[in-house]
């Protein structure tokens, strides 16, 4: 038996960040695209992009830079600002499954 538990960031009541937008960003990170991390979430660049949006304006932060196609092909990188953000909420994450673990055990045993 374990427990599970999700986290997720909202700003006045709407969601701004949880574990399927953290997929984006570390997918745009791997590949330097939008649209491939899109693909391999399994989102529309059109829904990837939307996120992005709704992300960099609730949070108030730029998370990625664009370079247009052209002959040798546009792409996206992580801004610095994203990837301290990401890794900030990595540590949250981490660190409430460490107390919710804790709980777990302290009420079920083992």
Do not use: C, H
Request: charged share 35%.
């Amino acid at each position: 038996m374990e427990i599970k538990s999700k986290l997720w960031i909202e700003v006045a009541g709407e969601p701004v960040f949880g574990r399927g937008r953290r997929f984006l960003l570390e997918a745009i990170d791997k590949y330097g695209s939008l649209n491939q991390a899109a693909k391999e979430i399994n989102i529309s660049y059109r829904k990837a992009w939307s996120y992005i949006k709704a992300m960099e304006e609730r949070l108030g932060i730029k998370l990625i830079e664009r370079q247009v196609g052209g002959k040798n092909g546009g792409g996206a990188t992580l801004t610095k600002e994203a990837k301290e953000f990401l890794r900030k909420y990595e540590l949250m994450e981490e660190g409430i499954r460490e107390i919710v673990d804790e709980r777990f055990r302290k009420i079920f045993g083992r």
